[in-house]
């Protein structure tokens, strides 16, 4: 009778904890972590699939940062390597499935890699569930079970279960206010005019603003396929690069050459804070699209130069770079080294404080008329 109380109070704490992370995505790893106290497991899991098969989403506290950093580095959640993956997103919504259900004793023979690493982190038995099921993305919620626990049974799995459901319920809610947060993002950016196409962490647009909206319609080099936005001639996944800062934590911004005579186009990236891209479906990062501005010599010229002590040489390296270009073509349009042109290129970050390249470029091309 006691060890019933104890677990009904262990799931009513992981459910008061799964329903504060429904309105605070900051709030998922306590409540992953209730739901594994709630199941006698190790540590629960959501995580969200893409279209390609790649993992676009994934919380998973109480493992080694650097175990998880290792796991993702070598693939080891594609469906080819993992059946737990691969059988698991054929899965019904809401159909549990345990390790009975998985060949993971062949996977790791078949890759020993992946083998030795499910042994070493002491994960061999899995309890899982579909919890959104659709062609561009599936989110699923998973216990994982060491050695000494053993398969999944009984009133834990009951409360697993159980648990499935508000989690599903809380992630629902999360995604319906992500786009909400999507589109008062967008508004914002469109009230300073900026072309922004604000995207989630499985590189889908969930908003763009009014500005970002009429430049697809009118400039072919970009389009919107299946949700993201796509550089045309050369394919480039705009939005997946948007997403993966998350993982990369770069920001190099990504020229788009001229079309028929116009300008480029330079697209920066920027990611969001944690607490509001916690979740799938939620708002992750922004991609600014901005046009190489005509005139940027004579500004950079008259205000850049006299603020930051520039010299001729970094002058022209400030103009090169504001106008969309690679410290490559930077080198070769000024016939210097490319460890030269990095040189100045460092020298500008001393002189202005940027941070990074995005945030050099966005200091130096504020000045204008």
Known sequence: MGDRVSLAALIDTAIDLI????????????ALLAVASATG???????????????AFNRLPGLDPDFIADWTAQSFDHPAINSRIRIGMRAPVLHTLDERAFDTAQDGIDCPE???????????????????????????????????????????????????????RAVATSRAFGFREARTLARGMHAINILAFVCDAGGR???MSEGAEALLGADSRLSLRGGRLIETVR?????????????????????IDAGEGGPPLIAEFAPLPFEIAGIPG???????????????????????????????????????????HSPHQIAD??????????THIRRLFDKTGATNLAHLVAILSAYGD
């Open 235 to 255: 394919g480039r996944d705009l939005s997946m690069a948007a997403a993966a800062l998350r993982l990369t934590a770069l920001s190099v911004p990504v020229v």
């Open 114 to 168: 992946y083998g030795d690493m499910v042994r070493r982190s002491d994960i061999p038995f899995i309890c899982l569930t579909n919890l959104v099921r659709a062609p561009e993305e599936h989110v699923g919620l998973a216990v994982l079970r060491g050695a000494c626990q053993g398969n999944i049974q009984g009133e834990e799995r009951r409360a697993f279960d159980h648990l499935a459901r508000k989690v599903q």
């Open 282 to 324: 939620a708002p992750c990062a922004v991609i600014t699209l901005r046009r190489a501005w005509a005139g940027v010599e004579a500004r950079i010229d008259r205000q850049a130069v006299p603020l930051y002590e520039l010299t001729p040489r970094e002058t022209q390296v400030a103009i090169g770079l504001c106008s969309g």
């Open 205 to 207: 647009v969930l908003a």
């Open 41 to 55: 497991s190790k540590t629960a899991q959501l995580c969200a699939i893409g279209g390609p098969g790649t993992m």
């Open 19 to 30: 329903d504060a992370a429904a309105f605070e995505p900051a709030r998922w790893d306590d």
């Open 333 to 342: 349009a000024l016939s210097m080294g490319l460890g030269t042109a990095r």
